[in-house]
């Protein structure tokens, strides 16, 4: 039968490059010369580090256009608050990657109330959708492309 798995996850290589490109931009833009600003990668998670909140606000649009670049959906962003600790200006940006209990529940009960005729299996932090048909499994995506959900969703393993 033919299958699919709906997950959310970020290519941890093009994430690394996106990093690199915005601390080589940071070094050459005229408005953060001298200012010692730096974006540093740690698991999944970004720290923004500039001399003051408004430098790490523009920071924001940096990060936007490389991630956006690189084909990384910014809806995975989570950001922290700006902190502000002596002459610096500190920001955590959390990368969110895969789907949690709650999110995969709502995914499954979007496809059973969409009347298709497939069956929608949790596995982890992934959502194993099964049907007799493949148009039925493309009628899936589609409606799940169409939906409200926050996070940036992938379609792999598509079997038939």
Known sequence: MPSFDVVSEVDSHELTNAVDQMNRE?????DFKGSDAKVTLKDSAMNLEATNEFQVRQMHD?????????????????????EERGMRAYQTVKVKEGLDKEMAKKIAKLI???????????????????????DDLQQVMAMLK???IELPLQYNNFRD
């Open 26 to 30: 940071l070094g050459t833009r005229f």
């Open 62 to 82: 940096i990060m936007y256009k490389k991630l956006s670049a690189r084909k990384i959906d910014i809806a995975c962003l989570d950001q922290g608050a700006i």
């Open 112 to 134: 059973k109330e969409s009347k298709i005729k497939v069956t929608a299996a949790i596995q982890g932090e992934q959502v194993r959708v099964t049907g007799k048909k493949r």
């Open 146 to 148: 169409a939906s409200d």
